[in-house]
């Protein structure tokens, strides 16, 4: 059985139009990792008149992906690469049932080490 990622791109003073384009930039760089799916996440019921049945939220993606160490270290790297790229006014919110983690282009130590936590949390949870 696989699991869900979920990750959330913020970016301060961005509509929604511009964080679905960021969430798709990421989407395309995500899709280069070894995961099963990425795409818009989708929560409760779309407006009505719409022809999705479930609403996506803006900036939102979902990963469904092998259950591990790899993947969600994958995904935290492939991240915060793209974090760093795109300078210090975006956050991505990566969510593990529940369980959130903000992640900055910042490459200090002290992120770092809540990073490691992170990903060895629910690499346990996996195995």
């Avoid at 990421?26 to 719409?50: C, F, I, K, M, N």
Wanted: glycine letters at 10%; zero cysteines; a negative charge.
């Amino acid at each position: 059985m696989g699991a869900e990622v979920r990750l959330g791109v913020v970016e301060e003073g961005s509509d929604d139009a511009r964080l679905e384009e960021l969430a798709l930039l990421l989407r395309q760089e995500l899709l280069t990792l070894d995961v099963r799916s990425v795409e818009p996440y989708h929560e409760g019921d779309a407006p009505e008149g719409s022809r999705s049945a479930l609403a996506a939220i803006a900036g939102m993606l979902s990963v469904s992906v092998a259950p591990g160490v790899q993947a969600v270290g994958a995904i935290v790297a492939v991240v915060r690469g793209w974090l760093r790229r795109s300078g210090n006014e975006r956050t991505v919110k990566l969510t593990i049932d529940g369980d959130v983690i903000e992640l900055t282009g910042a490459s200090d130590q002290a992120q770092q080490q809540l990073v490691d936590a992170f990903v060895r949390r629910h690499s346990m949870a996996d195995g």
